[in-house]
């Protein structure tokens, strides 16, 4: 896999590019939802969904009174900046 450079904004990344660097990032996409993908990690368990303008995170039971944690970023940030806010965790 040959991404851009980690500071290109993602919307210079090709789709099948964002989608190879989400699976290397441990992520399922979703065979029902194309554009939406899932990732657990020991503490926590997020959706992820390409939309037109952005990236939508949507954190599985992490908020108050196991609440879900809807986050978005837009295309225009870099994928390092959105790595590292998403896979952070909520």
Known sequence: MTLP????PLY?????EI???????????????????RVERPDWKAELC???????????EAGEGKR?????????LTREDVEAAVFSGP
């Open 5 to 8: 450079l980690a500071d290109t």
């Open 12 to 16: 210079n990344h090709p789709l099948h």
């Open 19 to 37: 989608e190879q660097w989400l699976q290397a990032q441990g992520c399922e996409q979703d065979r029902n939802d194309l554009h939406c993908w």
């Open 50 to 60: 390409l939309e037109v303008e952005e990236l939508t995170v949507r954190y599985l």
């Open 68 to 76: 879900d944690i809807l986050r978005s970023f837009k295309y225009s």
